[in-house]
C-alpha cells in the first residue's frame, strides 16, 4: 500500500527537496569560509528535519488508515497474525525510509564527481552517518507505528507521532540540562538521560565509535514500540 | 486446490452457547446453531440484532467472551489460523484499499491467503470472469461503482476456494439487476461450498437459502426452512377469495367445506348483498390443501359469484416480524405497540 498511495511520493519530494537545500546551504558555507567539520558530518546533523516531518508521513497511515477503512477487518481473517501485520507494516516503512536515505548517497555522489576532490567526501564520517540513521530509524519508524496504532484518524496518528519524536530527540536533550537532576537523589535519572540524547550518538557514530549501549538502546526501544503496537492493535479488537 | 477441512465428519459449522459482550453489555447471547456442509444459510434479524458479531467471532476476527464455535471440528478459540484458512469472509460494507487496482488486490489477497504463484494467476482469471469483473480488472477501486465493489469482494471471499464462505450483507446497496447477479452468483456455489450469508432483503434470503436463522438481541428467535418457519409462527394458510352477490351465506358455504375455514376479518354485518366484487381473506388451521373444494363449493352455492380463489403464502416478512415480535414480547413481558 505504500508504495501505490500519493502520500508516499508526496513525502519522498518533499525530503529530497529539503535535504537538497540543506546539502546545497552547507556547500555554499563551505564555498564562503573554511570549516572544521566534513560536510558529511554536518549534513548528518539535520537528520531531525526529516525525522520530524517524514516519519509520521510514512507511518500515520499505517494501522489508522486500515482500521478506519475496516481493511484491518478483512487482513486479520486471512491466516496471518497482528504481529505479522505489525511486523510488515514496520518493515515497509523502514525500507522505504532507508531507501530515501539512500537517494541522499547521490548528493555526495555528485559532489566528488564536480569537485573531483576526496577531501570533500570523507569516508568516515560518511559511513558513520548512515549507520546511525540506520540503527536510528529502526526505533523513529517504530515510534511512528506504535502512534498509528492508537487511533483511526490519521491525523492524529501524525502528530502523535510528531510529539513522541520531538520528546525523544529534543525533548531529552532538553531534560538533561535541568537543573533538577543535579540532586544526587536524581543522579541515577541523570545517567539514564545522559544515554539517552541521540545527537550525542549521532556524534559518537560520525567518529566511527559504535557503543553497544547505544544500539541496545534503539533496539529495545524498537521491541518494546512494536510490542505496544500489537497489543494496541488487539486491545482494539477485544474493548470493540 | 480447494482447501480440504481437516476432518470429514464434522458439520462446517457448530456454536454452542455463544457469549459476547462489550463493556459488559451482551451482543450476543447464548446462541447455539450448526450448519451441515453444503448448506446455504441465511441470518436474519434487526440491526444490532449481533448477527456481524456473530460472523465475525466465526471468521476467528473477534475472541468470544464465552461458548465454543467450531468450524470443520475445529475450535476457533485456539486454532483461529488453521479455521482462517477454511474461510472465506467479506465483512459487512466491504471495506476495500482505495488506491490498489482490481487485478493487485486481488493477487495481493490471494498471496495473503496462501494460494500458491503458479496456480493464483489461473484462478484470478477464473474468479474475474465467474465474477464479470474482467472488463474493470485494471480499474483503481476507490473509483468502481458499488455493484462492482460488492463483486470484487464476493471474488474475493471465493478466490482460495474455502471450503465455508461467510458474506455480511453481500446485496445492501445493489440494484435489482445486480442482486440478481449476486444471488446467480452465490447459487452456483450451492454443493460445493457451504455459505453463511446476512441480508436485510427477505425475499432475497428466502431464494437463495436452504435454512434460515433469525437472530434478535443477541438471541436466535427462530430456525428452519423457510416452509418451516411459516408454519411455526403463521401457523395456518390462507386463501383470497373475490366474490360478490349474497355474502351472508358465504360463512354456511365455508363451514361446509371445512369446520377450520373463517373469514379474518369477519364481514361486517351491513355486508349483505354486494354487486362490487370483494377481495375478501379466509383462513384456517389446516395445512394442506383446501383450494379445489372451496372452489368447487363456492361456484355451486347459488346466490354467489366467484371471480378468484388464491391461496396466500405468507411471505418471510411476515414471518420475521412475527418471530423478532415474539421475542421482544418475551424480552419486555409485554406486548409492544406497533411491532418491532
Known amino acids: 500500500m505504500l508504495l501505490v498511495s500519493p502520500s508516499t511520493f508526496i513525502a519522498a519530494v518533499l525530503f529530497l527537496a529539503i535535504m537538497g537545500f540543506v546539502f546545497a546551504g552547507i556547500l555554499e558555507s563551505y564555498s564562503a569560509a573554511p570549516q572544521e567539520n566534513s560536510p558529511a558530518s554536518v549534513f548528518f546533523q539535520y537528520f531531525w528535519l526529516p525525522v520530524f516531518f517524514m516519519v509520521p508521513l510514512l507511518t500515520m497511515k499505517c494501522l489508522a488508515e486500515e482500521r478506519r477503512l475496516g481493511t484491518l477487518e478483512t487482513l486479520l481473517t486471512t491466516p496471518v497474525t497482528t504481529t505479522e501485520v505489525v511486523l510488515g507494516k514496520f518493515g515497509a516503512a523502514y525500507f522505504l525510509y532507508m531507501l530515501l536515505w539512500a537517494s541522499t548517497g547521490g548528493f555526495f555522489y555528485v559532489l566528488q564527481h564536480f569537485a573531483g576532490d576526496a577531501r570533500f567526501v570523507d569516508r568516515g564520517p560518511l559511513i558513520g552517518g548512515y549507520v546511525f540513521i540506520a540503527v536510528s530509524g529502526l526505533l523513529f519508524i517504530a515510534i511512528g507505528v506504535f502512534a498509528s ?92 | 486446490m480447494t482447501v480440504s477441512p481437516p476432518d470429514d465428519s464434522a458439520p462446517a459449522i457448530e456454536v454452542s452457547h455463544l457469549v459476547k459482550a462489550y463493556n459488559g453489555i451482551p451482543a450476543v447471547n447464548d446462541i447455539s446453531f450448526t450448519v451441515g456442509r ?131 450483507e453481500p446485496t445492501i446497496g445493489l440494484d435489482p439487476h445486480q442482486i440478481l447477479i449476486v444471488r446467480d452468483l452465490i447459487a452456483r456455489l450451492r454443493g460445493r461450498m457451504t455459505v453463511i450469508l446476512s441480508s436485510h432483503i427477505l425475499p432475497e434470503i ?20 423457510p416452509a418451516a418457519l411459516r408454519r411455526e409462527f403463521l401457523g395456518r394458510s390462507a386463501y383470497e377469495l373475490e366474490v360478490a352477490g349474497d355474502l351472508e351465506v358465504l360463512p354456511a358455504v365455508l363451514g361446509q367445506v371445512d369446520p377450520s375455514l373463517r373469514l379474518e376479518p369477519p364481514l361486517s354485518p351491513e355486508a349483505g348483498q354486494s354487486i362490487e366484487f370483494q377481495r375478501l381473506r379466509v383462513v384456517t388451521d389446516r395445512e394442506d390443501d383446501l383450494g379445489e373444494p372451496l372452489l368447487h363449493a363456492l361456484v355451486a352455492a347459488p346466490r354467489l359469484r366467484v371471480r378468484g380463489l388464491r391461496r396466500a403464502e405468507p411471505s418471510l416478512e411476515d414471518v420475521f416480524l412475527a418471530s423478532t415480535q415474539r421475542s421482544w414480547d418475551v424480552v419486555d413481558g409485554a406486548p409492544r405497540p406497533g411491532g418491532a
Open chain 1, 149 to 240: 496504532s492508537l487511533s483511526r484518524n490519521q491525523a492524529v496518528a501524525g502528530i502523535g507521532a510528531f510529539a513522541l519524536l520531538f520528546g525523544l530527540i529534543s525533548g531529552l536533550s532538553f531534560v538533561e540540562g535541568m537543573a533538577v537532576l543535579d540532586l544526587e537523589v536524581l543522579r541515577p535519572l541523570k545517567e539514564a538521560v545522559a544515554y539517552a540524547q541521540v545527537f550525542q550518538h549521532l556524534e559518537d557514530f560520525s567518529r566511527g565509535i559504535v557503543d553497544t549501549r547505544q544500539l541496545l538502546f534503539y533496539l529495545s526501544g524498537t521491541v518494546l514500540a512494536l510490542i505496544f503496537s500489537i497489543l494496541g492493535v488487539e486491545a482494539k479488537l477485544l474493548h470493540g
Open chain 2, 38 to 168: 453444503g448448506e446455504i444459510l441465511g441470518f436474519l434479524g434487526p440491526n444490532g440484532a449481533g448477527k456481524s458479531t456473530t460472523m465475525r467471532i466465526l471468521t476467528g476476527y473477534l475472541p468470544a467472551t464465552g461458548g465454543s464455535v467450531r468450524v470443520f471440528g475445529l475450535p476457533v478459540a485456539s486454532r483461529a489460523e488453521e479455521v482462517k484458512r477454511l474461510i472465506g469472509f467479506m465483512p459487512e460494507n466491504n471495506p476495500l484499499p482505495e488506491d490498489m487496482r482490481v487485478s493487485e488486490y486481488l493477487y495481493y489477497r490471494g498471496r495473503l491467503k496462501e494460494v500458491p504463484r503458479s496456480r493464483l494467476s489461473v484462478r484470478l482469471d477464473e474468479v474475474l470472469a465467474l465474477c464479470d469483473l474482467t472488463r474493470v480488472r485494471h480499474r483503481i477501486l476507490g473509483q468502481l461503482s458499488k455493484g462492482n465493489r460488492q463483486r470484487v469482494g464476493i471474488a474475493e471471499a471465493i478466490l482460495a476456494e474455502p471450503p465455508l464462505i461467510i458474506m455480511d
Open chain 2, 206 to 225: 428466502e431464494m437463495t437459502c436452504d435454512r434460515v436463522l433469525i437472530i434478535n438481541r443477541g438471541q436466535v428467535v427462530a430456525q428452519g426452512s
